[in-house]
């Protein structure tokens, strides 16, 4: 570097010396930071157009990060295909000059239609993050008709790595600013709630539609499959709203039997039943001026559903064994992965009672539909198994964040945390590897619809392994089944005992012996 900078003018020299000092003084707007590198870059090179293309974990296409020039706010929103010049740049981790564009094999046109802008000469070079490529700069068409040069080469290498450490103090910057915002949150709320933690547009979206639901005292409906975190919005609901210094109150309906939840929810008086030795006030009293969560509200049996109407129209109700009316000021905020409409169709839930909770809907996207999630959860997860596994994890290599993506989650972010839990205590610091995370491409498929021979690739994933064993074969041809039947039945223990024709106690057995969360 020292060697290339001597050979610089002296402006060129001090606009390098200037990038530098921005980048030391400016981690929070990486996006201004990159314009400006970018910009010097043109005014160095001299040429019409440059852009910053980064890396999707998601479909492994290149984005524009940054795209500067006559045509850079049109091609901002247009993937970039890996069978690209840029893509060849990524792939070979090699800069490339290309004076002729047009007669390139590698030249992908797509961009060039549909912004109407033409490429005639081309200097590419790999951004590197910790010997890693995470995307490619690119300079276009040198001023003057003129071709790049091996000293345009010299410069773009030199705002490269520039760039790549601009990356990587930002990244360090936002990741720090969100494990103290998630801190704040905890320290703030107190430790009955959990951790808030999302970057994708879909739940930054739901929790501006929380916020203005919350505002208001109707009924919440919040639907979703297993996992998803159907609890977290409620508690969102309950602290964003005027009720946050009153007790937020959490009932799971599937948890109990018919007559001790109704004890549970209302209360009651003493000699109402055998064991019940004196008065005990129910979840609702216990609710009172703030807010009930009722979880899996669908497993609801139908003679508290009608009870449960009442107290949602009157705001009233007795205890059981007690004649006196109890009036209670509740908000109530219902969860359920199973389709009620379906139910109300087939006589297993009240119709009055659906559009009593059904006020105001709010449906949580699975993890596989927003998958900018799973990079910030899996590290949030990482963060907190480090610490009570003692070993100090610094991330995931590569090829398990890769993993990461592309698998379906069918149990969503609880599944999520319980691969980071495991992979924290059977893995070895600093990175968590792929075998650790013990998720496996063809389960992935066999739960997400794939292939018709997916239990066979299942069959060569066992038979790649170490234990070669039948009792292993067994217990993960099991698991994997169980899991399968889950998800069909959007994780419904009940219908799933149905269709495995096993108890329904026996299917909650299941998924401790087959450490299926």
Known sequence: ?????????????????????????????????????????????????????????????LHFVVALGPKGAQAEDIPVDLNSIAGWVLQNNKPLIVNNVASDPRFNSVVQKKTGYVTRTMLAL??????????????????????????????????????????????????????????????????????????????????????????????????????????????????????????????NCAALSPSLLESELFGHVKGAFTDAVADRKGRFEAADGGTLFLDEIGELPLELQAKLLRVLQTRSFERVGSSETVTVDVRIVAATNRNL?????????????????????????????????????????????????????????????????DYFWPGNVRELENSVERACVLGTPPFVQVADLRIFPARAAALGGGAADSFEALADDIA??????????????????????????????????????????????LLNELHIR
Request: charged share 25%; proline share 3%.
């Open 341 to 405: 409409e379906q139910m109300v169709a087939s006589g297993t839930f009240l119709s009055d009672l659906y559009y009593r909770l059904n006020v105001l809907p709010i449906h949580i996207p699975p993890l596989r539909e927003r998958k900018e999630d799973i990079e910030p959860l899996a590290l949030f997860f990482l963060k907190k198994f480090s610490r009570e596994t003692k070993k100090n994890f610094d991330g995931f290599s590569p090829a398990a964040l890769r993993a990461l993506f």
């Open 1 to 61: 570097m020292g060697m290339q900078s001597k050979s610089l003018p002296i402006d060129k020299l001090q606009t390098l010396i200037d990038i530098n000092s921005r980048i030391n003084s400016n981690y929070s707007d990486l996006n201004a930071l990159l314009v400006y590198i970018l910009e010097a870059a043109m005014c160095l090179v001299e040429c019409e157009s440059s852009s910053l293309l980064l890396v999707s974990k998601e479909d492994d296409s």
């Open 126 to 251: 790999p951004m590197c993050v910790k010997g890693q490529c995470v995307g490619v700069i690119e300079l276009l068409n040198k001023a003057g008709a003129r071709g790049f040069m091996q000293a345009d080469m010299d410069i773009l290498a030199l705002l490269a790595s520039q760039a790549a450490i601009a990356y990587m103090n930002a990244h360090s910057y936002r990741s720090a600013q969100e494990s103290l915002s998630v801190m704040h949150d905890w320290l703030k709320n107190g430790s009955e709630y959990h951790p808030f933690v999302a970057q994708s547009h879909a739940v930054k979206d739901l929790l501006r539609i929380v916020e203005q639901v919350a505002l208001t005292s109707s009924s919440v409906l919040i639907t979703g499959e297993s996992g998803v975190g159907k609890e977290l919005f409620a508690e969102q609901l309950h602290l964003k709203s005027e009720r946050v210094d009153k007790p937020f109150v959490r009932v």
């Open 464 to 509: 790649a392994g170490e234990d070669k064993s039948l009792k292993t074969a067994l217990y993960k041809f099991k698991r994997a089944y169980v899991i399968k039947i889950l998800t069909e039945n959007a994780w419904n223990q009940t219908r799933t005992a149905n269709i495995l024709d096993v108890q329904r106690t026996y299917v909650s057995r």
